[in-house]
């Protein structure tokens, strides 16, 4: 166990030093700490990308899934990614011309303050729960290597997270998304063949699994599945941090490219972490589900190859949480702070007001994910708050010419308090994830509001603003 402990350490060590590095030498405005200064070359787009997908919620809540319903019903529940993946092909090239800071600017462009503030406020609320359940995986791996108590794990994780988003920015993230990729694609691809072997290769393990993990829908009705699916493939869709990455991209044609090694790269790591978690199920029947891969990684496989898997795993899951901490601190900083400032704030106020609102966020993220049993649950409330809230509004602004202010604002507030309300107020009904419920809601109020309020030359006044409804 010292073994591991001092690898993950050592690996700690080494994220805080790429970030004190790029602290010094490439931060110099809000620009450089938002989106790198427009400058990522194409394969540290294509390993930030993969790593802010490929965080706790595939290392521990996706191997979770596995654990509990088996490797078929998986590959339906993490589809969703690649065909959010594939529209996002298409309108890669259109964000990084835009040249935003995040999304409720380019909501803004077209449907007014209004729309940008309340989209600000269902963002937080969604990507607060992210970062809050990377601490909790984080924690897990920090307990299976040291005996650290998880609230313990939690706030170590925590206090890391801030210091990182905080010192370097994207420029940090995105350089420590790319060297933890490399990472877990070499570990688990070494590793798997080890954890196969130990579970009686391919035919043992068909044999020993239950038998409603081999099923196709892991027990779960199409309802249950749907739900599932669906949080998943609407926060790729939508997601603020990809947006934010194809910002970041050096031009058009990178930010385009980046967007087909992303999907062949997710392609690669979801394999393997099925094969992987799979074994699990056979290898260690009475773990927590969370622990499925971490628990291969110490236990099934070589030292030196559990020694990737873990560092790779921490690298995930810190960089994943600092990429949805910046971008949250960019929705405070920019569509709120700056967006109703009397006057230009300068440079520099604007770098250390993106700092201290990390700081912030990052402490309410902590508070937020004690509130959640698992990883798997609170991974699955904020993809919905985000998905159903949020990534309606998105491709309706860009894809469709009908949508109307009154239209976006309806469906961000009703998609976002649906979500709340089936979550907290009814406390998941049938055992359906929210998204059953609060993305239809949205999708409706957005097309009926709308094409009622086709009047041309509606508008809606909002102190100084007169914000076009069409």
Do not use: H
């Not at 925590?158 to 920015?169: D, E, H, K, P």
């Not at 392609?267 to 393997?272: I, N, P």
């Not at 030196?304 to 601190?329: E, Q």
């Not at 508070?367 to 491709?395: D, E, H, K």
Request: proline share 3%.
């Amino acid at each position: 166990m010292s073994i591991y402990l001092v690898a993950v350490v050592i690996y700690l060590i080494l994220m805080a030093l790429i970030g004190v590095y790029f602290a010094k030498s490439s931060i110099k405005n809000s620009d450089d700490f938002m989106v790198a200064g427009r400058s990522l070359p194409l394969w540290i787009v294509i390993g930030t990308l993969l790593a802010t997908f490929v965080g706790s919620g595939t290392v521990v809540g996706g191997a979770s899934f596995i654990y509990q319903y088996g490797p078929f019903a998986a590959i339906f529940n993490l589809s969703g990614g690649f065909v959010g993946a594939f529209i996002l092909y298409l309108i890669a090239s259109k964000v990084r011309q835009s040249e935003m800071y995040t999304v409720p600017q380019l909501l803004e462009k077209r449907f007014g303050t209004a729309t940008r503030v309340i989209a600000s406020v269902f963002i937080l609320l969604a990507y607060v729960g992210i970062t809050a359940y990377q601490f909790t995986g984080g924690a897990y791996v920090l307990q299976l290597t040291t005996g650290m108590p998880l609230e313990v794990g939690a706030i170590v994780m925590c206090a890391l997270v801030i210091f990182l988003t905080m010192s370097g920015g994207l420029f940090s993230v995105a350089y420590s998304d790319a060297l933890g990729a490399v990472l877990i694609l070499i570990g688990f691809i070494i590793g798997i063949p080890f954890a196969l072997n130990a579970a009686g290769g391919f035919s043992g393990l068909a044999e020993a699994l239950p038998a409603v993990t081999k099923t196709w829908n892991g027990g779960l009705s199409i309802p249950q599945l749907l739900g599932f699916f669906l949080p998943l493939f609407l926060l790729v869709l939508g997601d603020q941090n990809m947006y934010q990455r194809f910002a970041a991209a050096k031009d058009e044609l990178t930010a385009k490219r980046s967007v087909l090694g992303f999907i062949a790269g997710n392609a690669l790591v979801v394999s393997l972490v099925i094969m992987m978690a799979t074994t699990a199920i056979v290898l260690f029947p009475t773990i927590s589900p969370d622990a499925a891969i971490l628990t291969v990684a110490i236990e099934g496989v070589p030292v030196a190859i559990g020694v990737l898997i873990l560092c790779a795993s921490v690298a995930f899951l810190i960089t994943t949480a600092t990429s949805y901490l910046l971008s949250a601190s960019g929705n405070i900083v920019y569509d709120l702070v700056q967006r109703f400032s009397k006057k230009e704030l300068p440079e520099q106020k604007l770098l250390w007001l993106n700092r201290g609102t990390v700081l912030g966020l990052g402490v309410f993220a902590y508070v937020l994910g004690q509130f959640f049993p698992s990883v798997l649950a609170i991974q699955m409330y904020s993809y919905t708050m985000y998905g159903a809230a949020i990534t309606p509004a998105i491709i309706a602004t860009l894809l469709w010419k009908k949508a109307t202010t009154a239209g976006i604002m309806s469906s961000i507030i009703v998609g976002g308090s649906a979500t709340m309300f089936w979550e907290l107020v009814l406390n998941r009904p049938f055992d359906w994830n929210s998204v059953l419920f609060a993305l239809p809601l949205s999708v409706i109020t957005l097309v009926v509001v709308s094409l009622a309020t086709q009047k041309k030359g509606a508008s809606l006044t909002l102190g100084n603003k007169n914000l076009n409804m069409e």
